[in-house]
């Protein structure tokens, strides 16, 4: 004897219908699942103020002196090195001055004030297979 939660009694249609619902569930369920997967995996845009060291939401003098406290090796409290790094080519003396020229109102060949958006990078493959080149 078969024991089933269901009513015996269910025609044909019923029971097609009911597995086509079935289907349907399953398929919204792994589609979510497979959402969730990249989402999180990917990460979320992160955004700063080029220039603004101290991350107090303005390029201010004091985002100089922060970098030069820390290219002195002195302690400073909050320090974003991605915004104090304004022309990107690593921390040095010339961010404090290009930030310092910019609040003096001098020409700056970089977009300092403004806010740049980092993109996330999916994360690389351990499988994928490395690039060689031809010959
Ligand atoms: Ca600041
Ligand atoms: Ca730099």
Redesign the pocket.
């Known amino acids: 004897m078969r024991i089933s939660y269901f009513n015996e009694n269910f025609s044909k249609n019923q029971v097609n219908d009911m597995n086509a619902l079935k289907n349907t569930i399953i398929c919204l369920l792994l589609t979510t699942l497979l959402v969730s997967v990249l989402v999180f995996s990917v990460g979320a845009a992160t955004q700063y103020i080029l220039g603004d060291a101290d991350r107090d939401g303005a390029v201010a003098t004091t985002d100089a002196t922060v970098i030069q406290r820390r290219l002195t090796g002195m302690t400073t409290p909050t320090f974003d090195e991605k915004a ?9 003396i ?2 404090a001055t290009f930030i310092l020229r910019y609040e003096t109102l001098f020409d700056v060949p970089y977009p300092i004030g403004q806010t740049v958006t980092v993109m996330p990078t999916a994360p690389r493959d351990e499988y994928e297979l490395p690039i060689i080149p031809n010959k």
């Open positions: 104090a790094d304004v022309d990107g080519n690593g921390l040095d010339t961010d």
